[in-house]
């Protein structure tokens, strides 16, 4: 699903780089068809992370990040969208002196996933690993700065103009990036950069890459899509 698998295939059995296809997962057409929201100072202001309560996650990583970060900046909050029946257990990676400016948030529809985003400037994404990893794509598409472990679908997406990338399990460097794009020093992101970049990773490029592999002009005896 991303080229760092392309590149452990590669590697592992000795194909050409030209023999292993990636296959991006891509964005449903809703994320890109309703007109960005602007972004303003306090959206800024305000995290979100959407996925759910699991160790996989990095979330506990994410209570270390949003724990520093709401007792150095009183001014931000912070979100979390996953299962309703996670939240209490979910709160609990969250210092208690800080817990009531999280909000908890059910899965819902796409619809209302975008309303959620619309109304958030940074996305915090501490995964561990991934497949391709969609929500901090779809947080892109939404003209939100993403930032993420540097793994995953996140390499093929996330570029130095439009996000940032962090170690994984990096709690301080998280810490240290948001804080620099709050920074009243910094500007506004550029959303409709933001949402450009990831406009391209959508179902039917997905579906003509694979054309395209397939129709290569020379023979090959076998092939592998990621």
Same mark, same amino acid.
């Given at each position: ?18 023999? &292993? ?12 068809? @309703? ?13 979100? #992370?959407?996925?759910?309560?699991? #160790? ?9 990040? &949003?724990?520093?970060?709401? @007792? ?72 939100? &700065? ?8 996140? @390499? ?56 395209? #592999? #397939? ?12």
């Amino acid at each position: 699903q991303h080229t760092q698998d392309q590149q452990y295939v590669c590697k592992t059995y000795g194909l050409a780089q030209d023999l &292993v296809h990636v296959c991006h997962s891509g964005l449903a057409p809703e994320f890109l068809e @309703r007109p960005l929201a602007p972004m303003t100072h306090e959206r800024m202001q305000r995290m979100l #992370f959407v996925g759910q309560n699991a #160790f996989y996650k990095g979330v506990h990583c994410l209570g270390e990040i &949003v724990t520093s970060l709401l @007792r150095e900046f009183p001014q931000l909050s912070m979100t979390w969208v996953c299962n309703a029946a996670d939240h209490e257990n979910a709160l609990s990676h969250f210092a208690v002196d800080i817990r009531h400016r999280v909000q908890m948030i059910g899965w819902g529809t796409q619809q209302q996933l975008i309303d959620t985003l619309d109304q958030h400037g940074i996305f915090v994404f501490p995964t561990l690993a991934e497949g391709f990893a969609k929500a901090p794509l779809e947080a892109m598409s939404r003209g939100i &700065v993403v930032v993420a472990s540097d793994c995953c679908g996140m @390499r093929d997406y996330v570029k130095p103009d439009t996000g940032l990338l962090c170690g994984v399990g990096d709690v301080q460097g998280f810490v240290k990036s948001i804080t620099n794009v709050i920074s009243p020093e910094n500007s506004t992101p550029n959303s409709k950069q933001i949402a450009y970049e990831a406009s391209s990773f959508t179902w039917n490029a997905s579906a003509n890459g694979l054309l395209q #592999f #397939f129709s290569g002009n020379q023979p090959r005896c076998s092939k592998t899509i990621l």
